[in-house]
């Protein structure tokens, strides 16, 4: 992990097309500010992982389905 120390005002870039700027500090919060591209998606960590949880699921859903679905079309095919 890189750590870095910024002030308020002071900006970072990640590449060409990412900066973060530090907005304000309070207490144990920081603001931060993004300039991102368009089409590049940001989440808040927690959203993320329910994301990536969710997508886990479907995944293991569908081959779940898929199986159900081969041993179906066997047991017709089987029938004939």
Known sequence: MLIL???PGES???GDDI???VLGV???QIKLGLEVPE???VY???VYLRV???NRLALQLSD???LAATQLWQTEKNKK
Do not use: A, S, V, W
Request: glycine share 4%; charged share 40%; net charge neutral.
């Open 5 to 7: 120390t910024r002030r």
């Open 19 to 21: 900066k973060i700027t």
């Open 26 to 28: 309070q207490g144990k």
């Open 12 to 14: 970072i870039y990640l």
């Open 44 to 46: 808040r960590e927690e």
């Open 64 to 66: 779940q389905d898929l």
């Open 52 to 54: 990536q949880e969710q």
């Open 39 to 41: 089409d590049l998606p």
